[in-house]
DNA sequence: TTAAGGGACATTTTT
DNA sequence: TGTCCCTTAA
């Protein structure tokens, strides 16, 4: 591909290399080409080289994009650029602190120090915990902060916080909070009067009261206040009332919150310490400190500067990364590139505001820092603005629809005012304008999704531009499907697994919510406690089915394989091993396995915790969705499926934005927050906790109640994510919704047409599992069947006429209890381990045996996957023993319940089986029986054709619904 | 236009 | 658990 000629804003970008600069590089306009031409140009200077710029970047893959991008266009080579500082803000952070950074904890009166072993913590549900433990510890030392335990509601709670403080710059020291924090925690009240006047200003030309005013006419509903808390009619006044009164909003901000501040402050230094006791550093932390450093340190500053810093996606940057980049400036050659509109990782802390607002946090930050030294320099700063314009990825009709997109309302009610005067115009530069735009929508959404992925696909009504600028029929590479959600993701990849439909998926996945999390979970909480949650999940892994569980559960008497296998558990002296026993046992190996022992690891060998404490760690990791990075390709033509945020930075010809659905996020698990920071209000106590009287209690904070109506909230973040997910776009933007479309799609241009979910099957040339009657190695369909749950009525389907008990099956000896005893025996002595019959049942199953020659197999699960109306469906079955020799095959399953004998299910049951065997053994005769252990006489039961078996699948479908 | 009651709804993104 | 929407009454 040959090098474009940069248009004259990219070339301003390109040349202006002295003096501060604000790009706003909107998508598709070139922003890599012109910041790495930028960054070639100052190298290719005799008097620099590498080391005299800073390129910070956001991702560790968007600076080895840097930096390959840079190799093709300078003088440098790829080894030259190892080691030069292109690379994120975090790692930048650990370098310093790793050559500088032995006593930056002194700066803040913190005697523990920063040293060689000092290790980073990236995995936040490790560093939870560990936290975790700190707070058990803190609380116990400190006893004057009980209050606020109590209205706590869980130690995440406070990290959250802290996290959140550190991002903005405000740190605690042995004395105090160090430099101006305070301020911050205090907040500014002439901010919040702005808003508060402005939510308080009567409607209608003083007819209508204030927004306000109305938001606070359910004041109290639902809550518990102090009695000091004023009536809702003294804080709204009489009927007839239009605004608040003016003290309202000194009332509610101006409050003693120094215990508060305090119980913050050390819990925050506590954690610190403990931190670097520990020997670790959160990503926070890093950043802390390298503050920190940089503006006590001269020296060091004065090392570490930069002639040239540059930040790449500044937009996604947080208060105290910004502030990170004056320090790092020795010049005011600092030049920023980012797009407000891509703002997308706020819970990353990213701060909007810091693009935004740029020229006024630039004066304000500088002046900060400078305030009692000479720190940075930047005295007077007067960035040059520069617009990049031309985008050269998405056609005209596409730039449209983004621009449409990052302005609708979210809900019927909201109106979208600035900053969209901030958007810049982009012009299209595609060959040519073919733009497809829809709207799909029905219930089954996934299907929909996939077939109208399948009629797009070598469509020419949605053709794109090939290499050679003409256009072509879309393969299935050129599609991405994107989503909000991993879960939904997650969903689609399933159902186009059933379809054998061709997709990739890339991003993180829910480590805890994968099979070998769910069974080591499983197993540790039957280890803990023989619990139901733990059997059921195993008994369903080797193919009971539901009643057949509930009966098991019911009595207590496990199958012997699993029950051994936790006695063998109980042996083992770590967790460590538990878990590689268990997930060994299911045979998981490489990546997803590697993950959970990892992380069952890390978490036991530093906080000693016990098998509760890992049980906990693995549901709060459900809860939470710790995730673990894949790319699970399906060959080269796939349709990718990736959430936007992992989609910023790519393109597609076609982009399918599923999952436009209605759904506002609720409150967050694990009850509401109760202390929280925001601008301009500062440091908040939700509840309040108070011994009044007799009665102790947690209170509502009705001041919190009022602020928090005054604080923008809104769906900026929502419209900025689906004006990401559009500029993927070159060419045709689909959105998909399942029943109900949402605000968005309501509000955009777009016609959203019922349609007719097909997923045709597909032929690609070679034949897939699909296409065979069935294929032993194939593993399980998406839709899984034992026997059993193939009829809709019970399982015991003749219960109603069983016979009067024989002699043999006297009350005692009838029914799962003892049958199971029988299985445990039959099992044990076709192994040849050393048991004895102790009844009739297992004598004549040792009769049984001892006649029969041949190689022995016992409780074998299998699965016979089938095709079902073009769907892949598994049954999966068990049979007590099958036997082999060279000239057949016997299937035997042990009845020992005479009364029980409901043959049609057990020939299901049988015929899974018979069809498994007949594929393995193709070449000798299966014949399945059952054995009844009452009289000891055996029964030739006939298997079911496929035919068959398919039907009941459909029977038992069709009755589900 | 305002007040007040009640029901429906829904658990995210990841350096 | 908070929000929004709908209903009913004043």
């Known amino acids: ?474 393969e299935y590479g050129d599609v991405a499907v994107f989503t909000r959600t991993r879960d939904y993701g997650r969903e689609l990849l399933e159902v186009a697994a059933e379809h054998d439909f061709p997709v990739a998926y890339d991003g993180g996945i829910e480590l805890f919510r994968t099979d070998p999390a769910k069974l080591l979970l499983a197993w540790l909480r039957i280890l803990d406690a023989d619990a139901e949650r733990g059997w059921a999940v195993v008994l369903e892994r080797i193919g009971y089915a539901v009643d057949e569980i509930d009966h098991i559960l019911e009595t207590g008497s496990y199958p012997a394989g699993p029950a051994e296998f936790r006695d063998e558990l109980r042996d083992l002296e770590s967790v460590g091993a538990v878990a590689r026993r268990v997930l060994d046992r299911y045979g998981f190996t490489g990546d997803v396995a590697d993950v959970p022992l990892h992380t069952v690891q890390s978490v036991h060998d530093s906080t000693t915790a016990t098998r509760g404490d890992l049980i906990r760690h693995i549901e709060r990791g459900v809860e939470t969705g710790g995730t673990v990075d894949v790319s699970a390709s399906a060959g080269d033509d796939a349709v990718t499926v990736q959430t936007i945020h992992t989609a910023k930075g790519l393109e597609y010809p076609i982009v399918v934005m599923a999952n436009m659905n209605e759904g506002r996020f609720p409150p967050r698990a694990g009850g509401s927050s109760v202390i929280q920071f925001r601008d301009p209000v500062g440091l908040r106590r939700r509840k309040v906790y108070s011994e009044d009287g007799a009665h102790p209690h947690v209170y509502d904070d009705w001041r919190y109640d009022v602020i928090r109506r005054c604080l923008p909230r809104g769906y900026d973040e929502e419209r900025r994510l689906l004006y990401v997910a559009v500029t993927r776009a070159e060419s045709h933007v689909v959105f998909a919704a399942g029943e109900d479309p949402n605000a968005f799609l309501d509000g955009l241009p777009v016609a959203v047409e019922e349609i007719d979910p097909r997923v045709e099957p597909l032929d690609r040339g070679e034949p897939t599992d699909a296409d065979l009657p069935f294929a032993v190695t194939a593993p399980d369909g998406p839709i899984g069947h034992t026997p059993h749950s193939l009829i809709d009525e019970s399982v015991f389907e003749d219960a109603g006429e069983r016979p009067e008990p024989g002699p043999e099956a006297d009350p005692e000896t009838r029914g799962m209890d003892f049958g199971s005893r029988v299985h445990d025996f039959a099992e044990a002595y076709a192994l040849g381990d050393d048991v004895t019959p102790s009844n009739d049942h297992e004598r004549r199953i040792v009769e049984l045996l001892d006649g029969l020659s041949g190689d022995l197999r016992v409780e074998e699960p299998v699965t016979l996957p089938v095709a079902v109306d073009d769907r892949r469906v598994t049954l999966s079955g068990i049979a007590d023993l099958v036997r082999v020799t060279p000239d057949r095959v016997e299937v035997i399953d042990y009845k020992t319940d005479a009364t029980r004998r409901a043959q049609a299910e057990y020939r299901k049951q049988l015929s899974v089986y018979y069809h498994v065997l007949d594929e393995w053994f193709a070449d000798r005769p299966v014949e399945t029986s059952l054995f009844y252990t009452s009289d000891g006489t055996r029964e030739r039961i006939d298997p079911l054709p496929i035919e068959e078996l398919q039907d009941l699948v459909r029977a038992a479908e069709a009755a589900r619904d």
């Open 1 to 474: 591909m040959s090098e474009p000629t940069p248009n004259d804003a990219q070339r301003e970008l390109i040349e202006g290399t002295e003096g501060t600069y604000l790009v706003d590089a909107g998508p598709g306009t070139g922003k890599t080409f012109a910041v790495t031409r930028r960054y070639g140009r100052i190298v290719d200077r005799p008097e620099t080289d590498p080391d005299d710029v800073l390129l910070a970047t956001f991702t560790r893959s968007a600076a080895t994009e840097m930096k390959e991008r840079i190799v093709d266009r300078s003088a440098y080579g790829l080894r030259e650029l190892a080691d030069a500082p292109i690379r994120t803000f975090h790692s930048h952070c650990h370098e310093l602190l790793q050559e500088h950074g032995y006593a930056a904890p002194a700066h803040l009166g913190i005697d523990e120090r920063i040293t060689g072993s000092t290790r980073i913590l990236d995995d936040e549900l490790i560093e939870a915990e560990r936290f975790r433990e700190f707070f058990g510890g803190f609380r116990d030392d400190h006893p004057e902060h009980a209050d606020f335990y109590r209205v706590l509601s869980s130690p995440d709670e406070l990290l959250d916080l802290i996290r959140e403080l550190a991002s903005k710059g405000v740190f605690p020291a042995a004395d105090g909070w160090y430099r101006d924090g305070e301020s911050h925690l205090d907040g500014d009240f002439e901010a919040f009067k702005e808003r508060f006047d402005a939510a308080n200003e009567p409607r209608n030309d003083g007819r209508k009261q204030s927004v306000l005013r109305e938001d606070l006419s359910r004041f109290g509903r639902d809550k518990t206040y102090r009695p000091d808390a004023p009536s809702k009619s003294a804080l709204r006044g009489g009927r007839g009332t239009k605004r608040l009164d003016d003290d309202v909003a000194d009332a509610v901000f101006r409050e003693d919150r120094e215990a508060l501040k305090a119980f913050v402050h050390d819990a925050y230094l506590g954690y610190l310490r403990f931190a670097l006791r520990r020997n670790y550093l959160s990503f926070s932390f890093l950043q802390l400190f390298a503050f920190v450093l940089l503006c006590e340190d001269e020296r060091v500053r004065e090392a570490a500067a930069f002639e040239y810093v540059m930040v790449d996606e500044f937009q996604d940057t947080s208060e105290v990364q910004f502030k990170l980049a004056l320090l790092l400036s020795a010049t005011d050659n600092l030049c920023v590139v980012g797009d407000w509109k891509q703002s997308i990782y706020s819970f990353q802390y990213a701060d909007v505001d810091n693009i935004l607002e740029f020229e006024g946090r630039l004066d304000r930050f500088a002046a900060d820092l400078n305030a009692d030294a000479d720190r940075v320099p930047f005295d007077s700063p007067d960035p040059t603005r520069i617009e990049l314009r031309e985008n050269y990825r998405s056609t005209a009709s596409v730039i449209d629809l983004s621009e449409r997109a990052v302005a609708t309302p979210a809900s019927s009610g909201e109106t979208v005012e600035a900053p969209l005067d901030d958007v810049v115009e982009l012009s299209a530069n595609a060959a040519f304008d073919n733009t497809v735009i829809e709207g799909i929508r029905h219930e089954d959404e996934h299907e929909a999704v996939l077939s109208k992925v399948q009629e797009i696909v070598g469509n020419d009504d949605y053709a794109v531009e090939g290499e050679d600028g003409e256009p072509r029929p879309p």
